[in-house]
């Protein structure tokens, strides 16, 4: 199958999630945690090998505007390092109000953030939510064939 790694990118922190075109379903994989370049491609590095995938994709924090966000630049930069260290294509997916669906879903559940590990799974959802976000807009743009691509 076709492996394809969803990533909410942080400075600290990085969401992952993946799936596959075949099913087009997200799952959590977990929250990369990091304090340099190293340990980052370290930890990117045993999650790549083991899901050998095709293809990243990565949360693309747009304004409410639709205009390039603060953060964009970071993000820009992340996607150029997975690119030259894993040899594999990026691409972005709108993360517009994926944060405050995550707040919406922890505070439903009752959860709270403070704790790294509380962190770490919204990191996770929110990686979750722009892979399955990916995976959507694929499956609608081709009628008939949802989850796959051409």
Do not use: H, N
């Amino acid at each position: 199958m076709s492996a394809i790694i969803g990533f909410d990118f942080g400075e600290r922190r990085i969401g992952v999630a993946a799936g596959t075109r075949e099913l087009g379903v997200a799952t959590g994989v977990g929250m990369i945690g990091y304090a340099s370049r190293r340990e980052l491609r370290t930890r990117l590095t045993e999650v790549i090998a083991e899901r050998e995938p095709e293809l990243f994709v990565v949360g693309y924090p747009r304004t409410l505007a639709g205009e390039r966000g603060e953060r964009c630049r970071a993000v820009e930069a992340f996607a150029r390092r997975l690119t030259g260290w894993f040899g594999r294509p990026v691409v972005f997916q709108d993360e517009r109000l994926t944060t405050v669906e995550v707040d919406r879903i922890r505070l439903a559940a009752g959860r709270r953030a403070e704790s790294e590990a509380g962190k770490g799974m919204i990191d996770t959802a929110a990686a979750i939510l722009i892979l399955q976000s990916w995976f959507d807009t694929r499956a609608a743009e081709k009628p008939g064939q949802e989850g796959k691509d051409g």
